[in-house]
């Protein structure tokens, strides 16, 4: 379970939770940007996005709250 601030995991922990995490990391996310490009870089290290959920939390505003499910490609 990963639930960064608005300014991402980074590339960086992305690559390492790839190496590391055997199976499944699910990704709570509250910034579209840096999400999309945590999981660029997740995906390039062989991990595939499985399920996306976006949340309205805070109705009125441009606040989105996502729940992003990766599995190892061919898992």
């Known amino acids: 379970m990963l639930d960064p601030p608005r300014s991402g995991a980074g590339v960086e922990l992305m690559e390492l939770l790839a190496t590391n995490v055997r199976q499944r990391i699910v990704y709570v996310s509250c910034e579209p940007a840096t999400l999309a ?7 390039k290290k062989g991990w595939q996005l499985s399920d996306l959920r976006a949340f309205d939390l805070f109705p ?16």
Do not use: C, N, P
């Open 37 to 43: 490009r945590d999981l660029a870089a997740i995906e």
């Open 60 to 75: 009125h505003t441009h606040h989105i709250e996502s729940v992003v499910v990766l599995e190892r490609a061919g898992a």
